[in-house]
């Protein structure tokens, strides 16, 4: 993002702004966008970190963009990242007028182009727009991108919520390419993938994807208190083929006769695990891909850059590690299956194939529109709420971060989005 960025006791910004009316942000007399953030100067809990900063932002100018955020999510992972546990770091500095170096929170949202300086192309007035990368900060009201390679327009909003379009780049983008980049999954042969963490949104997405493309699925959710057939027919009402509990799994002999039967005797091929919890769920899921069918060997051909999957090696996907266990794959399982092990990481992947990226948003966003694909459930935070406190600032600031610290808590029913004004 921009470091043509104003502290609010910047000189100009000190002058009283502008109000836009009941529910909308301000804007100076000066053309400088009052805006919001949620930054942190050194890693550790949100709860802890965390501090609501206000700045202001000058008009657009050369290549700059002056994004409005309309909605922003709560992932583990930029919790992760406050915490200073996740490999993507965020570069911290004093542009925003913080009094040490600092980085906005968030990496995924939906923002609105409000304006543009002379030297922007592609991009227009009103577009929406989502994050061509992590670490930019979306978790603020305003921001000024340096130039339109930061964001990835969506050409057709029709149909589509600030939430939708701010939920899809991570998830939804996830599970579409580890079913779509590894293993060649044939309908027409009934081959089945399985996954554990079947309940999260990465879950959910591959659910209804699998669903859309004829794949059969076996899903993997953890018991939980109250029990989980209200969840396992919500998953099976999403398209999942068949929900089954990690004490199921983990019950080996009595899975196995289970599998054979969902499989016809094996005739129909598992081949491809997607594992998002580690630990022993992870290997049980592993032992349960079916063998290579061929000794011959196989072209290992990496299709991240769009290319259509050569690879039929039976393969275990690992894209997350909920539990914090160890992955240990026993030598059998890669010498006597010929199982490959993987590892999927979309930031990483967005960033070397922008263009791919984009063409998955629409992929997904295409889907919600026709009513195929729907977002997980989530429960939205209207930012206004939190920070318009009529108490202290202080309270506005320990609600919004009690709200990012929540999403640490163990099950959680919805996903937590910032939705602003």
């Known amino acids: 993002m921009s470091r043509n960025l104003l502290p609010t006791t910047c000189r100009h910004a000190s002058r009283k ?80 007028g913080t009094p040490q170096p600092s980085a906005v929170a968030g990496n995924e949202g939906v923002a609105e182009v409000i304006a543009t300086g002379s030297g922007v192309k592609r991009v227009k007035r009103g577009d929406w727009v989502i994050m061509a990368r992590a670490g930019l900060g979306t978790w603020r009201t305003y921001s000024s991108a340096d130039s339109e390679e930061e964001v990835i327009a969506i050409d057709n909003r029709d149909g589509i919520t600030a939430v939708q379009a701010g939920t899809v780049s991570v998830n939804p983008c996830t599970a579409y390419r580890m079913l779509r980049d590894f293993v060649r999954i044939d309908p027409a042969r009934g081959d089945w993938f399985i996954q554990n963490g079947a309940n999260s949104g990465v879950g959910r997405a591959a659910i209804q994807l699998a669903r859309i493309w004829g794949y059969k699925s076996i899903n993997v959710i953890r018991n939980r208190p109250g029990g989980v057939e209200q969840l396992k027919t919500e998953l099976r009402e999403l398209g999942a083929t068949v929900v089954v509990t990690e004490d199921e799994l983990l019950d080996t002999r009595s899975f196995a006769e289970k599998l054979g039967e969902w499989t016809h005797g094996g005739r129909e091929k598992v081949r491809l695990g997607l594992n998002c919890v580690g630990g022993k769920p992870a290997m049980a899921m592993a032992r349960f891909l079916s063998s290579s069918s061929s000794t011959t060997p196989t072209n290992n051909i990496s299709s991240s850059a769009g290319a259509a999957p050569q690879d039929l090696r039976p393969k275990l996907v690992t894209y997350g590690a909920m539990s914090r266990q160890g992955l240990t794959i026993p030598a059998s399982m890669l010498i006597f299956q010929d199982v490959s092990v993987e590892g999927f990481w979309v930031s990483r992947w967005a960033a070397q194939h922008p263009a791919l990226k984009k063409q998955t948003v629409d992929d997904v966003l295409d889907l919600t529109r026709q009513g195929e694909f729907h977002e997980g459930p989530v429960r939205e935070i209207r930012w206004p709420d939190a920070t318009n406190d009529a108490n202290s600032n202080n309270t506005a600031e320990d609600t919004i971060k009690k709200e990012v610290q929540s999403t640490l808590q163990g099950y959680r029913g919805s996903k937590a989005v910032f939705v602003f004004p």
């Not at 000066?30 to 000058?58: C, D, N």
């Open 17 to 96: 702004p502008s109000y836009l009316g009941p529910g909308r942000r301000h804007v100076s007399t000066f053309g400088y966008t009052q805006a919001e953030a949620l930054v942190y100067s050194k890693y550790g809990e949100p709860a802890e970190e965390l501090r609501l900063h206000r700045y202001s932002i000058p008009p657009a100018y050369a290549k700059n963009l002056t994004l409005r955020f309309l909605a922003s999510p709560i992932n583990p992972s930029d919790v992760n990242q406050i915490q200073g546990t996740y490999p993507s770091k965020p570069a911290f500095a004093t542009t925003l």
